[in-house]
């Protein structure tokens, strides 16, 4: 208790008087990922906070998960409905090299966007605590910086994405000799 007494000995006697009824206070480090070299291995693919756990000071992990999921299984379904149309059989599976295709794609259209989200979302702590370069303590720059910090996170066509990552299966697909492994 004396540490956070001592880290708040400047403040006013109402803040200090509110930190010595807390019970028991806690210090905690928060932690994100280092970037990934991938998030697929053969026919496995990792996501969300185990894919790229993020800390909080933009609200993403959860959002970033969605998203991961949303473009997966998008991408899956999709190629279990193109191969469908190519077979005479009604398989619910896709071939082995169809799979790594599929998971190639959702690596690539999901990786760059997630580990960028890990790094902004680092860099939103700085900026919230004032140790930003070049943004500091300068409230001009600081208005400057949260009124389009966000933007391109929130308004990402993830339709778009899963065209995009289709059309990364299509150019995968049609070369049975590229290794994915």
Partial sequence: ME???SD??????????LLAHVPKPERWLLHD??????????R???????????????GQGA??????????????????????TRSATQT??????HMKACLKAYDEVRRPRTQKVCWTSREMGEILAYSCPGVGSDLGKLKEVLDNRMKWIWEVDLVGEVERAMEIVAAVSKDEDYDLG
């Fill in 63 to 84: 959002g970033q998960c969605f998203e991961d999921a949303f473009i997966l299984s998008e991408i899956l379904a999709r190629a279990v409905k193109m191969e469908r």
């Fill in 44 to 58: 496995v693919a990792i996501m969300g906070d185990a894919a790229h756990a993020m800390v909080p000071h933009q």
């Fill in 92 to 97: 619910e599976a896709l071939s082995s090299h």
């Fill in 33 to 42: 990922h280092l970037s990934a070299r991938t998030y697929v291995k053969d």
């Fill in 3 to 5: 540490t956070v007494l």
């Fill in 8 to 17: 708040f000995v400047s403040w006013g006697t109402p803040i200090r008087t």
